[in-house]
């Protein structure tokens, strides 16, 4: 079994509007969690990233949020925009090592 | 932000053949990179941990004398799929952290990609 789920694994939302993302892990120790856009064909690229002790960071209309006690964490996407279209990928640091979600894919239609 | 590139961006080759995929970090010194491979709809899969001027660490299951690695300088990573096989074709993507092997700090910056496709 994967030590980190997303949900849902796909989904379609109008321009403009807003979505969250779920990411529950199981990873353990926990070190860092982040959270990276992977365009289509490209590498992932990361959006935030956050330890322990922090509950929420944006970064422009991407807010992330971590409840450590729950191991769950949310990627919120506000006033979506169609360059948004992409897969969200949640990987949590554990052991010096990082496990991967599978990823939200997303698709913003106009 | 620090910024890794992979060359070539994308490779067709008939089986049998070697392929040769590079990994650059351009405004940093990595002493370690990493090389994953990934499925459609499916998540990165690590498949070594490359060590400059050392050997580089596999995954369990992953054959090393199939995906060779070799890291020649603080800033080039190469890995080369020998002898190719359909069931190569993949997305390989490498990546690099400024501040070493160390992954407790600071973001693991990712290469653009390799398509490898093996007719």
């Known amino acids: 079994k994967n030590q980190v789920e997303q949900s849902p694994q796909s989904l379609i939302i109008l321009e403009g509007k807003n979505c969250t993302l779920q990411?529950?892990?199981?990873?353990?120790?926990?070190?860092?969690l982040r959270w990276y856009k992977q365009d289509t064909g490209r590498g992932p690229v990361s959006l935030t990233i956050m330890t322990f002790s922090e509950n929420t960071k944006s970064n422009g209309r991407y807010t992330a949020t971590l409840d450590a006690d729950t191991k769950q964490s949310s990627l919120h996407i506000t006033a979506s925009q169609l360059s948004d279209s992409a897969s969200y990928i949640c990987v949590v640091k554990g052991n010096n090592r990082l496990a991967f979600g599978k990823g939200n894919q997303v698709v913003v239609i106009p | 932000g620090a910024v890794v590139s992979q060359h070539p961006s994308r490779v067709i080759c008939k089986s049998g053949t070697s392929v040769k995929i590079e990994c650059r970090s351009l405004?940093?010194?990595?002493?370690?990179m990493f090389w994953y491979r990934q499925f459609p709809k499916q998540s990165l899969m690590l498949m070594a941990t490359s060590n400059e001027g050392s050997k580089a660490t596999y995954e369990q299951g992953v054959e090393k004398d199939k995906f060779l690695i070799n890291h020649a300088s603080l800033t080039l990573s190469t890995l080369t799929v020998t002898s190719a096989h359909p069931e190569d074709s993949s997305f390989y993507i490498c990546?690099?952290?400024?501040?070493?092997?160390?992954?407790?700090?600071?973001?693991?910056?990712f290469g653009p990609g390799t398509r490898l496709t093996v007719l």
């Open positions: 990546s690099a952290d400024p501040s070493g092997g160390d992954l407790s700090t600071n973001t693991q910056y």
């Open positions: 405004d940093f010194q990595a002493t370690t």
């Open positions: 990411c529950n892990y199981t990873v353990s120790p926990f070190s860092n």
